[in-house]
């Protein structure tokens, strides 16, 4: 095992309901009038593109290119109405990623999830900064110890990057594991969390 490793390893963490409350997740079930509000941003970790329900946040997706976000995101969500427009929620969830102390809490999600999506995205959103848990911690919160597996394609299905924390799991061996976003960045994440909450930022 390497130090990179024993590192990430040192920083796992019991998942705790006294963490999490900055966010709360409300399921999105779409209809031909649902209205979308989207904008593309640049945070501390690359460019993305926040979007909106009138309740609350949507996805927030690291992009490459504007038009391949805009076709992904047309996709998620084929029956609504999109517009490009920024907004105070997507403000705020870019303050909240950036770390700013003018964020309102809580922050709403809105998103498109099964139930067993929605129990992990939940339980992901308990991880505190600076702390990381495994795939196999996650499913033993959830009350399902053998459904690692099930876990770990929740995890890479999450569309609301950092607000819903997906990059604070990784393998129980301590390797950092994949990341929707690509694995260098998810280390980056992980790393400046860790500086941050041990006071060097």
Known sequence: MNSKSNTLLNRISPISKAHGEEVSLVKFDPTPNSEIK?????????????????IGIYQIEFYEREELAMIDLI????????TNCKTELQQNALDFINQKNT?????????????????????????EIGKLATYKGIAEYIGQPKASRAVGTAVGSNSI??????????????KIGNYKWSSERKFEMIEWENHRQDGFI
């Open 38 to 54: 989207y904008n593309f941003y640049t945070c501390k970790f690359g460019k993305i593109i926040i979007s909106n329900t009138d």
């Open 103 to 127: 964020v309102k809490f809580p922050i709403t999600l809105h998103v498109a999830a099964t139930n067993f999506q929605m129990k992990v995205w939940e339980a992901l959103s308990h991880i």
């Open 161 to 174: 990057a950092f607000l819903i924390p997906c990059h604070r799991v990784i393998n129980t061996t301590g």
């Open 75 to 82: 996709a998620s969500c084929p029956i609504a109405n999109f």
